[in-house]
Structures are given as C-alpha cells and as structure tokens.
C-alpha cells in the first residue's frame, strides 16, 4: 500500500482560513474520506482541462471546490498530494 502525503500551498491556507468553520470543518471531514478513497462517488473528484491538466479538484459542497496536483513516486511507495487552492468553483477555476 502507497504511503499518502498531504501538503498545503501558502495560497490553499489563505484561501481555507477566508472559508466560513462550517465550510473548514466539512473540508476536514471530506479530506478524511479523500485520504481513505480519493475517488470516492460523493467526492465527485476530477481532472481538470487545459491550463490547469495537471491538476484535480473534489468538491467540498455544492459550490466550494479542492484544488490539488498529485506526484506519484514509486520509488518510494509514496503518493504526495498537494493542495493549491480552495474556494468557489468560480474563483477557483
């Protein structure tokens, strides 16, 4: 099993601290589900397309979305996950 790595951009904590504590506390709660199973249905976890292909995004609510590069490094069994941003799926993408 891939060890998982979870990082945060300077520009993701900005973000996350301008988010209301019920938006952080259900972006804790979906990141634990994240952690277990980052493609899980309720995640609606995606690619992203042009400028930004090599980024994912999940969804936190309806509106509110998890911006996040992934590095896969197999030579050491790891998974690092870095996230870039959080916010309105307006703002974000």
């Keep these: 099993m891939m060890k998982k790595i979870i990082q945060r951009t300077r520009r993701f904590e900005k973000s996350f601290v301008k ?5 952080r506390k259900l972006f804790i709660k979906k990141l634990s589900k994240f952690i277990d199973d980052e493609l ?9 397309k042009g400028k930004r292909k090599n980024e994912f995004s999940f969804s936190v609510t309806g509106d509110i979305r998890a911006i996040y590069q992934k590095e896969i490094r197999k030579d050491v069994e790891t998974i690092i996950f870095t ?9 974000v993408y």
Excluded: A, M, Y
């Excluded at 899980?40 to 992203?48: C, G, M, V």
């Excluded at 996230?83 to 703002?91: C, E, K, L, S």
């Design 19 to 23: 988010l209301n504590e019920k938006t």
């Design 40 to 48: 899980d249905s309720s995640l609606n976890t995606h690619r992203l």
């Design 83 to 91: 996230f870039v941003d959080i916010g309105t799926h307006n703002r």
